[in-house]
């Protein structure tokens, strides 16, 4: 398995309040996304990063940000959280500039907002 | 539109049996087409992954098909375990770098005993 972890792996919370997610990776790829995934849908990309400081926004980006500050750690940020925004959370990597070899997945962080 | 459809929603199989799941997409560039499983409560493992020249690629029991003139794959599973009872999903890349995915929303296979 790709060495991918993501904590927390659940987390109950507020309206309004702020949550950060980690992603953290051993693997030392260049690519990291964040996505969430939702009852009906496929999975959305949040934002996606490139390199260290190197992020760029996703098709569900509004409400959420996000930091690279080592190549290992991703981190997704929602400000001020909202009801909509509970969902399943999956950090992917992948190898750079190659796409003919899969996203690797790391088993979620589930995020019920209240 | 870029959109990726698959069927059915959810299939229910006995052990033992094949079955087939279903995947139509409208993505415009195409640079690869792949499979994933999902198993409950854990993040999607690649079975396949399928470039615009292949029609066919197998993993174990697992055989993906692709028809890029018709936009069509399908995922053939042999001789299924009660392990295979997972949400397969359907990925089209977009671009040579494959940063771009479009996701289909899954199809859940459960196989009984």
């Known amino acids: 398995d790709a060495g991918i972890t993501q904590s927390p792996r659940h987390k109950v919370t507020e309206t309004g309040t702020p949550v950060t997610l980690r992603c953290h990776q051993t693997e030392n790829h260049r690519y990291m996304y964040w996505y969430r995934q939702d009852p009906g849908h496929g999975l959305r990309l949040i934002h996606y990063?490139?390199?260290?400081?190197?992020?760029d926004k996703g098709e569900v980006s509004d409400g959420y940000s996000v930091s690279r500050s080592k190549t290992e750690d991703f981190l997704l940020t929602l400000e001020s959280a909202t009801s909509s925004q509970t969902s399943v959370y999956f950090c992917?990597?992948?190898?750079?500039?190659?796409?003919?070899?899969?996203?690797?997945f790391g088993d979620g962080t589930r995020l019920s907002i209240l | 539109k870029n959109q990726v459809e698959q069927s059915p929603q959810s299939l229910i199989i006995l052990e033992g049996k094949n079955c087939t799941l279903q995947?139509?997409?409208?993505?415009?560039?195409?640079?690869?087409l792949r499979w994933y499983k999902q198993d409950t409560g854990r993040g999607p493992v690649s079975l396949t992954i399928m470039t615009f020249s292949e029609n066919t690629k197998s993993n174990g029991r697992y055989t993906a098909t692709l028809d890029a003139d018709t936009k069509q794959s399908s995922l053939h599973i042999t001789a299924s375990q009660l392990s295979d009872s997972a949400s397969y999903i359907c990925v089209v890349t977009r671009d040579n770098y494959g940063q771009n995915f479009v996701f289909g929303p899954g199809t859940r296979l459960s196989v009984l005993p």
């Open positions: 995947c139509n997409y409208t993505v415009s560039p195409f640079s690869n």
């Open positions: 990063s490139y390199g260290v400081k190197d992020t």
């Open positions: 992917a990597i992948s190898v750079k500039g190659d796409s003919n070899q899969p996203q690797h």
